[in-house]
């Protein structure tokens, strides 16, 4: 009977460390939920974005507008033609950012050499709205022809800013280049 009183705290001892323990199917359903809140949270700072950014493009007559958060294109129409926009490739570089600005004719013409303006900055933190007074920019030329259905990378070297503090791409200015 003694054994047996004895054996009681242990046996409760053994029980209880065993709810302690989470079995393994809790802890990948775990790290399953925290994948998706990660997942939920970026799709909404992409959908947000993608909001400002269309609000910026539909108040602009010229230029177009990307937000490297927004990962989307966009449409311009500019003296050269009907463009296609879109950023990719946003990475750190040693005097700010390197991003990669595809563009394409949304026409059915192929569009011939360009010249155009690319303005960058960042995004005021409490309006979301671009900051202007602080933005850098410089002239871009592009000499191949762009084709309806090819897509043409344009590297930048946008200095200033690094990726995480770079708010906005603006495309202006696009003329033909003769």
């Known amino acids: 009977m003694r054994t047996g009183l004895l054996l009681l705290p242990l046996l409760g001892i053994v029980l209880l460390s065993g709810c302690a ?3 393994a ?3 990948a359903l775990d790290r399953q939920v925290i994948k998706l809140n990660q997942q939920v949270l970026q799709l909404s700072r992409q959908a947000s974005a993608l909001e400002l950014q269309n609000k910026l493009n539909s108040q602009s007559a010229q230029g177009a507008w ?8 966009v449409e311009l129409a500019s003296l050269a033609g009907p463009l296609m ?3 990719t490739r946003i990475e750190p570089e040693a005097s700010g950012t390197r991003a990669l600005l595809t563009l394409r004719s949304a026409g059915d013409a192929p569009l011939q050499n ?4 690319v303005e960058w900055g960042e995004l005021d933190a409490a309006t979301g709205q671009p900051l202007s007074g ?3 920019s410089q002239t871009i030329e592009v000499r191949n ?6 897509w043409q990378p344009v590297p930048l070297r946008l200095s200033g800013l690094t990726p995480d503090r770079l708010g906005y791409v603006r495309v202006h200015g696009v003329e033909p280049l003769h």
């Open 66 to 73: 990307l937000l490297p958060a927004a990962s989307s294109r």
């Open 145 to 150: 022809t762009l084709l309806p259905a090819a």
């Open 114 to 117: 360009l010249r155009m303006q």
């Open 134 to 136: 602080s933005a850098l």
């Open 85 to 87: 926009l879109s950023l």
């Open 21 to 23: 323990a989470p079995p």
């Open 25 to 27: 199917k809790t802890e």
